[in-house]
C-alpha cells in the first residue's frame, strides 16, 4: 500500500488553495501581482520548488499568469471579480427512502439527441478517445483468440486484462492481486454489486450531498436508506458529521467519490482520504468508493485512492475505463477487498460475464502502450474545455451566481440566484436545444433546486459559447420559485 503523501506535497497544495481562497474573495483581484518566490519562502519557511509547484497549479487552473522576468500575476477575467463558490451543503438529518428514478428519467430521458448542446452529458466529446487504435487493437485481439478462451474467460474474465488493471494499482502504490479484480459491465454494474454484497433490504447507506444520481438509483432499486452527510466543494465529505451519523444511525456502508466527486467535482486530500479510512475501520464499515474521474487530473501527480489507506480490506474500490478510454465498450472492475468473493458470486449469478472480445481488445491496447500519451491528451483538453466553461459562467451568468473551479474531471458545479427555478430552466433549456442536469437529481430530497451541473466534456466553439448566451438569458427569465422554500448550498 502507498504511504501517506509527503508534506511537501501537503505544503504546495495548501498555499495553492490558500492563494485561490484569497483570489475568489477578490483580496487579490486581476492584475495583482502575487508575492514572489522569493518573499513566499522566507515568509513561509517552504523552499522554492513548492511555492512554484503552488503557482503552477495555480497557472494550470486559469487562475493566474506568468509574464517573463516579471512573475506571477492573478489572470484578468471580463466582469473583474471571479464568482465565488458555493458554501457547504446542510443537508436535514435521518435516514430517507429514495424515489429518483421518475426524476432523472425525465430529466435525462429528453436530452440524448445529438443535436441538443451537451451540457448535461455525462460522457466527454468521443472524439476525445482513440477510437480507430481501439477498433484496431478489437479485430487483431479478436483473431487471436482461441475457441476455448471464448469459455475460459467468461468467469473471473480476462486475466491479460485484468494484470494491466493490477499493473496501474501497482504505480500508485497499491498492490491488489488479480484474484481481487472483477471484471464488470462498467463502473455501473461494480457499484451496483458491491452494494449489494454489504446491504440487505432496509439498510440505511451515507451518500454525500449533493451525490451522483446513480448511487441514488442504486439504492431505490435495492430498497436501502439514504443518509445524506454535508460535502465541501473543494476537499469533500465533512469526517466530523460523518461521525455523528454513523453513531446516530449505525448504516450499513458509505457510498462515496474522493476523487473529483459527480457532481461537485471535489477532490478529497489525501490525508483526509486517510482519516476517512480510519474512521470507518473504527466502526467496522465498509466504503464502496466510486472512482472514475481520478485519471482525469490537472498538474502531474495523480490522486490515490481511499483504497491506498485500507489495511483491513474495507474499500471496495470501483472503477472503469468508460470516462477515460472507451465509453462505448462498458468495461469496469471491482477490487471489493474483504468481499472479492462474495461480488464474485453475485456478477456470477447476475450477469455471468462481460464481453469477450472488448475485454481483450483493452489488455490489447493497454500492453501496446499509448495508454498514457493519451491521457495526457485528454487531460489537457479537458483542463482547457473546463477553463473555458468557467471562465464562460462567469462573464454571463448573473449577480448571485456561485460555481465550483474543479481540479480536474469534466463537471462544473453551480449555484444559481436564489429563488431560480433549476427543473423550469431544464425545460425551458430542452426548448432551446440546451441540456443540463439539474441539482434536484442529486439528492434523495430533491434538494438544490436552485443549482445546476454543467458538464465541460465538449470541446469549446461558438455553438457552445452561443448556449452559454442563452443559458444566461433563460437564468433570467425562468419564473422564480419561493427563495424561503429554497435549500442553500
Known sequence: MRDRPTAAAKKFEQLARELEQ????????????LPSVRQTCASRGVSPSTVFQAYYLLESRGLVRAAPRSGYFVAARAGGVLLPEPDTS??????QPVEVNDLIWA??????????????????????????????????STRRLQPWDMVEDLP????????????????????????????????????????????RPGDAVVVE??????????????????????????EGVDLGRLAQ??????????WFMTNFQNPLGSLMPEAKKRDLVELLARHDLPLIEDDV????????????????YDRRGLVLHCSSFSKCLAPGYRVGWAAPGRWAHEVQRL???????????????????????????????LRQSLQTQRNSLFDAVNRLFPDGTRVVRPAGGYFVWVELPVGVDAMALHRAALAQGISLAPGPMFSARAEFQHHIRLTCGQPWNEALERAMCTLARLIADVPRADAALRPLL
Open 293 to 308: 474521474y481520478s485519471e482525469l487530473y490537472e498538474g502531474k501527480t495523480a490522486p490515490l485512492p481511499a483504497k491506498a
Open 107 to 140: 430529466c435525462l430521458g429528453a436530452a440524448r439527441a445529438r443535436d441538443i448542446v451537451p451540457f448535461g452529458s455525462a460522457f466527454p466529446s468521443p472524439s476525445l478517445f482513440p477510437l480507430d487504435r481501439l477498433r484496431r487493437a478489437l479485430v487483431s
Open 22 to 33: 484569497q483570489i475568489a474573495a477578490g483580496v487579490l483581484r486581476p492584475g495583482d501581482r
Open 156 to 199: 473471473p474474465g480476462n486475466l491479460r486484462l485484468k494484470r494491466e488493471i493490477a499493473k496501474r494499482y501497482l504505480r500508485h502504490g497499491l498492490t491488489i492481486n488479480t484474484d481481487e479484480i472483477v471484471l464488470t459491465n462498467g463502473a455501473m454494474e461494480a457499484l451496483n454489486l458491491c452494494l449489494n454484497a454489504v446491504t
Open 209 to 234: 450531498s449533493p451525490t451522483f444520481y446513480v448511487a441514488l438509483q442504486a439504492l431505490q432499486r435495492l430498497g436501502l436508506r439514504a443518509i445524506e452527510v454535508q460535502t465541501h466543494v473543494r
Open 347 to 377: 456478477k456470477l449469478m447476475t450477469s455471468l460475464s462481460g464481453s469477450i472480445p472488448v475485454q481483450a481488445a483493452l489488455a490489447e491496447y493497454l500492453q501496446d502502450g499509448g495508454y498514457d500519451r493519451h491521457l495526457n491528451s
Open 90 to 95: 446542510a443537508p436535514q438529518s435521518g435516514s
Open 245 to 254: 451519523v454513523i453513531e446516530l444511525y449505525r448504516p450499513k456502508a458509505c
